[in-house]
């Protein structure tokens, strides 16, 4: 999570040594998901090699470099490479971005608390350098096809619901605000209830319900999606992870969101948001540009603003 390979050590050994000595049910998890990506295939001896390493010791090997893994496993940096892709992914650096946010899902924000090591530059500095790895992570992790394509879906949609929770919030708030402001039906939701089932009851076929939630997402936010995808109401998801929310959706935007103690950074995810609206607002530019003009006549109507 730092730049000192030391502070980097010591706080993936205080974390999983913390984590096999609590039940370990957050890593059985992570193993199970393991070998549901196998799908009982016999991998080459080398790529069982890492791939043992990895299932094992989920916690350290996701903070590992190709060349780190490759040795500790006694192999070459091109089977660790094929030893990703015997899973699925493109090469190591996807594969570790996805077992390192599983593994931080696993250990509850005591844990991230109590288990972090200071680093010399202070936690403020760090959280800074943090974020912008995150941001240079994020451009190899959603391509602008993808960003197009999710923009597409909210623009065909005459509704949408934002479903977003605890600080993943603003991200949602973000979408339904700027939305709102370029005459989109987008409306954010934070929690479960009647006015959630209301607003879910009048989507029609076509329409579209955005989740944005990331590290531990409440569990109501997968019941809701699996019925709105029920009803024909098509899924965008912005998550850090794979999961059932992203297994139903139409398209899936994986953020990355490490922090450096507790809280999950949200700098990714509003990103992209960011990223959607400015798709969106070219979607329809005769649309945009007549709500755009329309609230700035309200504004000044109301005398909401401090005048230019």
């Not at 992209?272 to 798709?279: C, I, K, P």
Request: net charge neutral; with cysteine.
């Amino acid at each position: 999570m730092w730049n000192t390979p030391d502070l980097i050590l010591t706080t993936i050994n205080r974390r999983c040594n913390t984590c096999c000595t609590t039940g370990g049910g957050g890593m059985a998890q992570i193993a199970e998901w393991f070998d549901g990506l196998s799908l009982g295939r016999k991998p080459s001896p080398g790529i069982e090699a890492v791939l043992t390493i990895v299932r094992t010791d989920a916690g350290r090997a996701s903070f590992m470099s190709t060349q780190d893994l490759a040795s500790r496993a006694n192999v070459n940096v091109a089977t660790v490479v094929r030893a990703a892709q015997f899973l699925g992914f493109s090469g190591w650096s996807a594969l570790k971005s996805e077992l390192r946010h599983r593994y931080l899902a696993s250990l509850t924000a005591e844990k991230l608390l109590t288990e972090r090591v200071v680093p010399p530059i202070g936690l403020a500095g760090s959280s800074l350098a943090n974020d912008a790895r995150n941001m240079a992570r994020l451009a190899d992790s959603i391509s602008p096809d993808q960003l197009t394509r999710a923009a597409a879906i909210l623009a065909a949609a005459d509704r949408t619901i934002v479903l977003a929770t605890g600080s993943y919030a603003a991200a949602g708030f973000q979408l339904a605000h700027v939305g709102q402001w370029m005459g989109r039906d987008i409306e954010l939701h934070t929690s479960s209830g009647t006015a959630l089932v209301n607003r879910l009851r009048m989507l029609s076929p076509g329409d579209c319900l955005v989740s944005c939630n990331l590290w531990r997402a409440s569990k109501f936010v997968l019941e809701v999606v699996r019925v709105a995808a029920q009803r024909g109401i098509r899924i965008v998801a912005i998550a850090d992870r794979q999961t059932a929310i992203t297994d139903l959706a139409e398209e899936s935007l994986l953020v990355p969101s490490e922090g450096v103690t507790f809280m999950p950074s949200t700098v990714a995810a509003v990103a992209t948001v960011q990223a959607l609206l400015a798709e969106l607002s070219s979607s329809d530019p005769d649309r945009t540009m007549t709500a755009l003009r329309d609230t700035e006549e309200l504004w000044s109507e109301l005398d909401l603003v401090d005048p230019i």
